[in-house]
């Protein structure tokens, strides 16, 4: 599995640093974007899924604003042939040893698990179904270096690229 995450993040950090239309010079498994959510598809193991940036990032320290460093910040939908999604997070920096990550849909909150830089949910189906009725998600964790983060990742196009991402997976 974690060689797919490094594929993932590899891919994912040109969508999060391209232009919004697609070329075959920045990727060559992306095969759909849709809204703010882009489709890659991995033939060997089969994984295909579905990633967005955020639109806002807001990240402070005390109370106050800062400006900090951080590697790709980044929300997946990971499908495997016979198996459901399965959500992801990356915050762009390891999360404080024993913290939750905490993520607000439409006046649900979510807690996620974190190991060194990614964050996973004990019940990928609730968070799942939010994440298709909301509009947002906003995403709230902390760095080993005390630094508070908050992520405002766009729902648009969600339910469509994951509808994508698992057909392309059965």
Do not use: H
Not at 9 to 32: C, F, G, P
Not at 33 to 61: L, M, Q
Not at 113 to 142: C, H, N, Q, S
Not at 148 to 169: I, N, P, V
């Amino acid at each position: 599995m974690t060689s797919f995450f490094r594929r993932a993040l590899w891919a994912a950090a040109i969508v999060a640093t391209a232009a919004s239309t697609a070329s075959a010079q920045e990727s060559t498994n992306r095969v759909n974007t849709i809204t703010d959510w882009n489709v890659f598809v991995e033939e060997n193991p089969k994984e295909c899924w579905g990633v967005s940036k955020p639109k806002e990032t807001v990240n402070s320290r005390d109370g106050k604003p800062v400006s900090v460093r951080r590697g790709d910040i980044l929300l997946f939908v990971t499908f495997r042939p016979g198996k459901p999604g399965e959500v992801s997070f990356t915050g762009g920096y390891p999360f404080a040893a024993g913290s939750t990550v905490k993520v607000e849909v439409g006046g649900q909150t979510f807690e996620l698990f974190t190991d060194g830089e990614w964050a996973w949910p004990g019940d990928d189906g609730a968070l799942l179904a939010a994440l298709k009725a909301g509009a947002d998600a906003v995403i709230t964790a902390r760095s080993g270096k005390g630094t508070q983060t908050k992520d405002t990742f766009s729902l648009r196009g969600f339910t469509a690229a994951m509808e994508d991402a698992g057909k392309r997976c059965k």
